[in-house]
């Protein structure tokens, strides 16, 4: 079997932690504070959604929104480019264990009217970004952050002003019930929500924009085996690599039975791997699942409301993209 694409396969959290970042400081929107301003979309992955950015008044470069990184990050080709100034160190958790890497001081980041000044940005290989940098919950984590899946694109909301990211017309799915599930912050200010199940097991999941596929903890793998009769369901081995180079294999199994809240989305291939982010946010112990982009991209929408700490699932349709099963097929 061949190794799947490393982009397929990137883990936002490979960005996600940097243990010395701390939040961006915003500035009010700028020039308009009422219009709904475009910005320019990344559409090279399903549901990875990037917006254009000016760094220090230069740009614009394309920035990967990702809900699994704590921290935003920065690409080592633009640092140079940009001839950012270095600074000490960050501590950055990767999927495998946690590393020290060089990071840069960022004056100003831009984003489509929005200001944040005073970022210290890990750097991270282009080669594994696919992209100019990362967006992360030190940049989003003061947001309602809202997916169109549908259109591939996304918007941010901030005291009534709000910024849409890109997208095109594509068709609609079916409508559900609007309601957040209530959610608790996580170390590193990720939304875990606890209203989930597989295989009826009870799950603390968190979404990660920046993942190609979903990820389920060793625990959670050892309590749905606990579960099903020998099926051989359980298919093959895969490669999963991060954004930090760090790379491990992980299993393929297909589950019957996985909940969002109240919504049932049935059958469903996920990965199990033992990844460095559940002991990071403290999860390695209990069944933990990482939301990755191919079930975000069962819904219409999905809502990250991190003043509210609610996430929000709408308009279930029924499954029209390509899985991971599918990609090994190929």
């Known amino acids: 079997m061949r190794g799947l694409d490393r982009r397929l396969l990137l883990a ?22 009422d219009a709904v301003q475009p910005v320019q979309l990344l559409a090279n992955l399903f549901t990875r959604v990037g917006a254009a950015v000016t760094i220090n008044g230069r740009g614009p470069f394309v920035f990967v929104i990702d809900t699994g990184a ?30 020290r890497t060089e990071s840069v001081a960022v004056d100003r980041l831009l984003l489509s009217g929005l200001s944040f000044r005073d970022l210290r940005c890990p750097v991270l290989p ?35 002003v709000r910024i849409l990211m890109g997208g095109a017309d594509m068709t609609t799915g079916t409508r559900l019930r609007r309601g957040g599930l209530r959610s608790a912050r996580g170390r590193f200010g990720q939304l875990i929500l606890t209203q989930v199940t597989v295989e009826g097991v009870p ?51 297909r589950v019957s039975d996985l909940r969002l809240g ?3 989305l049935g059958s469903t291939p996920l990965l199990f791997a033992d990844l460095h982010c559940f002991r990071t946010l403290e999860l390695a112990d209990r069944p933990a699942l990482l939301i990755g982009a191919d079930l975000l991209g069962r819904f219409r929408h999905v809502v990250l409301d991190f003043s509210d700490g609610t ?14 099963e599918d990609e090994l097929r190929r």
Not at 311 to 324: A, D, H, K
Request: net charge positive; no cysteine; hydrophobic share 45%.
């Open 12 to 33: 936002g959290l490979g960005a996600g932690a940097a243990a010395s970042a701390w939040p961006a400081r915003a500035q009010d929107p700028e020039p308009s504070a």
């Open 70 to 99: 704590g921290a935003t990050a920065i690409s080592d080709t633009l640092a140079a480019q940009l001839e950012l100034p270095a600074r000490e160190p960050v501590l950055v958790h990767g999927i495998t264990t946690a590393t």
């Open 126 to 160: 282009a080669a594994n970004l696919g992209a100019d940098g990362l967006l992360g919950l030190d940049v989003l984590g003061r947001f309602r952050l809202s997916f169109d899946v549908m259109r591939r694109s996304a918007s941010l909301t901030i005291r009534g």
């Open 203 to 253: 799950t603390a999941a968190f979404i990660d924009s920046g993942a190609q596929y979903s990820i389920g903890n060793t625990a959670l793998q050892r309590a749905v085996a606990s579960l099903r009769n020998a099926d051989g369901r359980l298919a093959r081995v895969v490669p999963l690599y991060g954004v930090t180079g760090q790379s491990l294999s992980a299993d393929l199994a």
């Open 262 to 264: 109240a919504t049932r």
């Open 311 to 324: 996430v929000s699932f709408e308009g279930l349709r029924r499954q029209t993209t390509r899985t991971i």
